[in-house]
């Protein structure tokens, strides 16, 4: 079929296969570039498919040479129906290490639910024995617990006191005043539930319990902390919360991997556009602004330079993993850089409806908002009929 955007608000509904294989061989691309890194061999990504998760995979895999598994929940591409881009990420990305020789499979399910954390350990089982690297790069609105049943939302809410500032809408570059009302107890208690430290710490019981981390596995988890301007919505609100939440359990399961030498992390990374990050009010404005100012100065990256780089400078450094005063991992180092965050406040104050795309970089943020769904990438005839139909070929 022939296939085009069908953009509802912050959300695509369509993707297309050849434009996300693309994104996925640039990727991989990129990091064969930078060199081999003496980095982990047999590495678990949950949340594997988009963002940070599949920018992780392929540096694991191309990067360092390791056998991968990933856990994703994705829409499966059917006639005449397109599967969700994370599923044709995961698509190209195993076609890719197929060809690699490089090991990679995948499971498609709910990683909150006690099912697929027992597929996935039966499958490090059965072919790998254990896995030295877990990362754990979940972003989603709601989770069902295991225990109790609970459905939680998680929302983007200020705490306390309601939240006034500027906005954009990205695809017309209509810049507004947004205003946010303060969430409730609940809200704080569901976001918690999602996006903290919970799961991960029961991913890590799991797979220890069945015998699966090698000695001295690593986890790391990631988390964003940002700038003053989106403070009240992002990390003083109900998402700050569960991250705050996320950063301790590090601590947690740093203690309960002590006997094996292995060690949680956090890592703080860059404001980017993923799906994630596209529904947070605010954000889109404030990304346009410091995509301009990072790109002017030379400091700008997206999803797969920012874990090349965790990986390569921080966590396989072959010395001591660098850490802040709250023993967090910076990723976010250049973008919280004074000058780069003097000038995006400026930039904020003056943002218009009408200055807007001169001063901060709607097209990089639209660009990369089509990006995520496979579109506007040179070189792919979108006009073409191309089949929706893909197989995933290590999916388990
Ligand atoms: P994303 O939306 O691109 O990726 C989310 C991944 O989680 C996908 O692979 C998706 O399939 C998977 N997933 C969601 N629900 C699932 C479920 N129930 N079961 C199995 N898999 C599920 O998100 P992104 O932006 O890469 O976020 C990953 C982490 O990075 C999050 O913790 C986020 O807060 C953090 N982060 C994001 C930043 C950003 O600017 N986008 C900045 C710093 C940190
Ligand atoms: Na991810």
Redesign the pocket.
């Known amino acids: 079929m022939i296939i085009v955007p069908k953009v509802r608000g912050f959300i695509c509904l369509t993707s297309h296969p050849e434009g996300c294989a693309q994104n996925v061989v640039n990727q991989i691309n990129y990091v064969k570039s930078k060199g081999a890194i003496d980095g982990p061999k047999k590495v678990l990504v949950i949340?594997?498919?988009?963002?940070?998760?599949l920018a992780s995979r392929i540096t694991s895999a191309f990067g360092a040479g390791a056998a991968t598994i990933g856990?994703?929940?994705?829409k499966p591409s059917a006639e005449g129906k397109p599967g969700s881009p994370?599923w044709y990420n995961t698509a190209a990305f195993e076609t890719e290490a197929g060809k690699a020789g490089l090991y990679a499979k995948s499971i498609n399910?709910?990683?909150?639910s006690n099912e697929i954390k027992q597929k996935t350990i039966d499958l490090i089982k059965s072919d790998l024995g254990e896995v030295d690297l877990i990362i754990y790069?979940?972003?989603?609105p709601r989770r069902t617990h295991p225990v109790t049943g609970v459905v939680h939302n998680s929302v983007l809410k200020p705490i306390g006191q309601k939240f006034s500032n500027k906005t954009v809408d990205f695809h017309t570059g209509v810049v507004s005043e947004v205003a946010i009302e303060p969430c409730t107890e609940a809200d704080i208690e569901n976001t918690i539930a999602v996006m903290g430290g919970e799961d991960w710490e029961m991913w890590i019981d799991a797979l220890k319990a069945a015998g699966v981390l090698a000695e001295g596995a690593t986890t790391v988890a990631?988390?964003?902390i940002g700038p003053l301007l989106t403070e009240p919505v992002y990390r003083k609100g109900t998402i700050g919360m569960a991250k705050n939440h996320l950063e301790q359990t590090a601590f947690t399961i740093d203690e309960k991997l002590k006997d094996l030498k292995g060690h949680a992390y956090v890592s703080v990374?860059?404001?980017?556009v993923?799906?994630?990050?596209s529904a947070i009010p605010v954000i889109p404005l404030y990304i346009s602004l410091l995509y301009k100012v990072m790109k002017a100065k030379g400091l700008h990256e997206g999803c797969i330079e920012q874990m090349q780089r965790l990986f390569a400078t921080r966590l396989y450094n072959g010395g001591a993993v660098p850490l802040d005063d709250k023993g967090r991992i910076r990723v976010d180092d250049w973008e919280m850089q004074e000058d780069v965050q003097a000038e995006v406040a400026a930039l904020w104050e003056q943002a218009t409806t009408e200055n807007l795309s001169a001063i901060g970089d709607l097209a990089g943020y639209r660009n990369d908002f089509f990006n995520l769904f496979g579109f506007e990438f040179p070189g792919i005839d979108y006009e073409k009929d191309v089949n929706e139909v893909v197989n995933v070929p290590g999916l388990v």
């Open positions: 949340g594997a498919s988009t963002g940070f998760g856990v994703y929940f994705e994370g399910g709910d990683a909150f790069s979940l972003a989603s990631y988390s964003y990374n860059k404001a980017l993923t799906q994630a990050s």
